[in-house]
């Protein structure tokens, strides 16, 4: 009986210091952790407003254009801004042209405090304890679950489908791999050759250029010439310039017109041409046939001759159909013709 008393005593202790553990455990939070930046000893306390904190833990770093000078205390909602408190590091001085915004260098990195000096709208000088950097000196960062929805839209909203069509396409409209090559071949040559000849682009640029001037030198006539109607010097010139341009207009068509007048001998002359050219022109598209069969004349007919001259004689015949080719050939034989 006693022994049965003794283990649920014992029972009933390790159960109640099991409870108590849990329950200690459970008041537990993030914040009562030791820091692993090795907290912040004989500085002060800076406050800063955000109009959102995301889930910014306590201990996180405060980073001052890249380097660590301390890490936050405390994080609470007050009103419509979160007031974070951070210690800093007694030697660091926060200057009042600061920005501040919280960030996280990647998807599951660590958030955390950045400050950049010159960005904000405030004046010279620094922040001293227990000051605050106002709201307006601070960014909000974007919400996680916003970015996500940002990368979804991008990836199933089609984006990439149509980069890929996209590119498809100035693939189709593209040359072929060949051409282009070829092409850069002829831009290549047309390059080399351009650097070759640089002198002469130097000319011309001078060309333009004394152009140019000379009609900078000369703007002030240019500007007589170009004056509005209102200006009478524009329409003087200008009225000037037609008149002279069709006085000599007026001189040169009666002597053209004379020219044509007493012409009218060449008229003969000139079909004359017309029926020799129209004649040289049908020789001309016959010539292509009839180089043929001259072509065929002298390689079957003149070079084989001109090799081996021979008559080759088959027979010869009189009047009434007698064969005398023998005769003939003992005649040609005794004459010395036929060997």
Not at 25 to 44: K, Q
Not at 145 to 173: C, K, S
Not at 221 to 228: C, I, K, N, R
Request: net charge negative.
């Amino acid at each position: 009986m006693n022994l049965r008393r003794k283990r649920l005593r014992l029972a009933s202790s390790i159960f109640m210091c099991v409870g108590l553990l849990m329950t200690t455990a459970c008041s537990l939070g993030p914040s009562d952790l030791p820091s692993l930046g090795g907290g912040v000893s004989g500085g002060y306390q800076i406050n800063l407003e955000f109009p959102s904190a995301l889930n910014l833990p306590d201990g996180a770093h405060l980073v001052l254009d890249g380097v660590r000078i301390g890490e936050v205390s405390s994080v609470e909602v007050d009103g419509d801004v979160v007031n974070v408190t951070a210690a800093v590091e007694s030697e660091s001085r926060i200057p009042r042209d600061v920005q501040g915004i919280i960030r996280q260098d990647t998807l599951l990195g660590d958030t955390y405090i950045a400050l950049q000096s010159g960005t904000g709208p405030g004046t010279g000088g620094f922040f001293g304890p227990e000051e605050t950097i106002p709201v307006s000196q601070t960014v909000a960062p974007p919400q996680l679950e916003d970015t996500m929805a940002v990368l979804a839209y991008f990836v199933n909203g089609g984006t990439i489908q149509r980069i890929q069509d996209t590119m498809r396409r100035v693939n189709r409209v593209m040359p072929a791999a060949q051409d282009v090559r070829n092409l850069a071949s002829v831009v290549a040559t047309d390059l080399d050759d351009l650097s070759d000849n640089v002198d002469q682009v130097d000319r011309t640029i001078e060309g333009l250029a004394s152009t140019s001037k000379s009609i900078a030198g000369h703007t002030g006539t240019l500007a007589e010439v170009f004056q509005p109607r209102e200006s009478h010097a524009g329409v003087y010139y200008w009225e000037r310039f037609s008149r002279d341009f069709t006085g000599h207009l007026s001189i040169v068509l009666p002597n053209v017109g004379s020219v044509f007048e007493g012409g009218l001998w060449l008229v003969p002359m000139l079909n004359i041409l017309a029926d020799s050219g129209q004649a040289v022109r049908n020789t001309w598209d016959q010539a292509a046939p009839t180089s043929i069969v001259l072509a065929d004349f002298l390689r079957e007919k003149v070079l084989p001759f001109a090799e081996n001259p021979r008559v080759d004689i088959r027979s010869v015949t009189v009047e009434g159909g007698a064969d005398v080719t023998k005769d003939v050939e003992n005649a040609l034989r005794i004459l010395g013709a036929v060997r």
